[in-house]
């Protein structure tokens, strides 16, 4: 038998099915007030600007456990906005390469070149 369950999260709720031990979220359209929250975020990449590169680089190293990103190659940063202020910060990256011996210590090593 399913059962419904109701969180609060601020003012919006969220309906979580358990489905033969799996969740799952029933989501809904928000309200208006929540759409005119929603409609204030935006999500900015950030490109080639320095300044805004330079901002980012300061904050990972303030904010972030390991105090730096070191970027094996090409890199995309993107902002979280909120009414102008930064709310959060996403970088991606290429995969890093010649990882050799970090594959053969945990067993993913082939000397043919597969995996």
Known sequence: MDRRLREKSG?????VFRLAGIKKMCLRKPAPTE???LDRVGVILLGED???GARFDALIEARHYLHNIQS????????????G?????????AT???LE??????????PGGGR
Do not use: K, M, P, T
Not at 85 to 93: F, I, M, R, V
């Open 72 to 83: 094996v190659d090409e890199r995309l940063r993107y902002v979280v906005v909120f009414n």
């Open 11 to 15: 003012d919006v709720s969220v309906a």
């Open 101 to 110: 011996d970090r594959d053969e210590w945990i067993g993913w090593f082939d």
């Open 85 to 93: 202020q930064w709310l959060a910060l996403l970088s991606c990256s």
């Open 96 to 98: 890093a390469h010649h």
């Open 50 to 52: 320095e300044a805004r």
């Open 35 to 37: 759409q005119a929250i």
